[in-house]
């Protein structure tokens, strides 16, 4: 058997340094490859922690005037196009965020999720409006 230390031998240091150095490099990638992926997934949670503490609950209640997202047709371009229906009447509360409205023009009813309602809040009134006259300044 030959040893190391002879010239001709099969496991000179010239051949054995790069595959050490080659597992060494794979090992290194490897550990970063790890720690990407945790710091990645530590940042997923904390962006979602962040997203879910924004959202806000909708709390109706039966009898209260909402608005209904229209959602289904859309020939019209953006800014042409109403975004809301209505007004609806809440009916019932359902579980998990189900509410059954009414509406106002049709006296149907439907069930529809809350994340598809706003708040109805009526427009200005225009009942004490007081109207003042105008006059040029004299010079």
């Known amino acids: 058997m030959k040893f190391p230390d002879e010239p001709d031998s099969l496991c000179t240091l ?9 597992v060494f490099e794979l090992d290194c990638q490897n550990k970063l490859e790890e720690d990407f992926l945790e710091n990645l997934e530590i940042e997923d949670k904390e962006t979602k922690v962040f997203h ?3 959202i806000s609950k909708k709390n109706f209640t039966v009898g209260q005037k909402v608005l209904l997202q229209h959602s289904k047709l859309k020939f019209f371009p ?5 975004r809301w229906l209505g007004p609806h009447v809440i009916t019932k509360n359902f ?21 598809q309602l706003k708040e109805y809040r009526k427009g200005f009134q225009t009942e004490h409006v007081e109207i003042m006259d105008l006059e040029d300044p004299i010079l």
């Not at 010239?14 to 080659?22: D, G, N």
């Not at 953006?78 to 109403?82: A, H």
């Open 78 to 82: 953006g800014k042409l196009r109403s």
């Open 14 to 22: 010239s051949i054995i340094e790069p595959i050490v150095q080659a």
């Open 95 to 115: 579980a998990h965020g189900a509410v059954e409205i009414q509406s106002l023009k049709t006296n149907n009813t439907f069930k529809v999720n809350d994340h």
């Open 52 to 54: 879910v503490a924004r």
